[in-house]
């Protein structure tokens, strides 16, 4: 904050009590002026410890390799994806606040997706099917490792052997594929898959309860991939193939 020079040269020519009030003055409008707010910051809702675009949050990158479509969305830290044959990618990230990404097909659909972790190391919260829909907005994980059961629970659903429970919980000024935006996620979590096997995700026993039993439908098909996500500067690593 800027003063006015020239009206505390005048003001403290007047007296000696003058110029003790001017000082006390002065000292009092500085201490005002580094005050900071004492209002709590909102806190974000929703899965991610983040709910508000960072200042260091990069645009998603997405492109294709070999016939699949990929993502990649990263806050903080550092992290980057490579790849493989077909379906395969590998994505090394460290100290990010939050980074999702992976390779599969734009638009999704209601297809059976089989996937093989080969390699996991290091800390991570979910790795499994992810995608987006339009009109309305969502936000849609299938845990196959970690979970993602943040929000309210709806239902369990029994597909390809394991029962998962099904959670919603909305998101508010988060990042999303049309930019900041409020949006549903819908969010099934199983967690028992391993590296190093061939598994398969139905995804349309669980699309179909999400339009019943999600409340707000489903929408428009946008990206679907398996993906890894880690928030919380986390640091790891993944190498899996998906087809």
Not at 3 to 11: D, G, K, P
Not at 83 to 92: E, H, M
Not at 165 to 180: E, L
Request: proline share 2%.
């Amino acid at each position: 904050m800027r003063s006015n020079t020239f009206l505390s040269e005048v003001t403290c020519k007047v007296t000696s009590g003058a110029v003790l009030l001017l000082l006390i003055t002065c000292s009092t409008l500085g201490t005002g002026c580094n005050k900071k707010s004492s209002i709590a910051e909102p806190t974000p809702v929703g899965e991610r410890l983040t709910g508000y675009v960072n200042e260091d949050a990069q645009p998603e990158a997405t492109g294709s390799n070999n016939g699949y479509f990929w993502s990649l969305y990263r806050e903080g830290g550092s992290g980057n994806i490579t790849f493989g044959n077909a379906g395969n990618f590998a994505i090394s990230y460290s100290n990010v606040t939050d980074i999702v990404g992976g390779k599969g097909w734009n638009p999704g659909s209601a297809r059976n997706i089989g996937y093989n972790v080969g390699a996991l190391s290091g800390s991570y919260n979910f790795v499994g099917i992810y995608g987006w829909t339009t009109n309305p907005l969502i936000e849609y994980y299938v845990a196959e490792m970690g979970n993602v059961t943040g929000g309210t629970y709806v239902n369990n659903v029994s597909s390809d052997g394991h029962s998962y429970s099904f959670y919603k919980s909305q998101r508010v000024n988060a990042p999303s594929i049309i930019g900041t935006a409020t949006f549903w996620q819908y969010k099934d979590t199983w967690g028992g898959s391993s590296t190093g096997s061939n598994r398969s995700v139905n995804m349309t026993n669980h699309i179909n309860n999400w339009r019943s039993r999600g409340g707000q439908g489903f929408g428009s098909y946008n990206y679907q991939i398996l993906a890894l996500e880690a928030w919380g500067n986390k640091s790891g690593y993944i190498n899996a193939t998906v087809w």
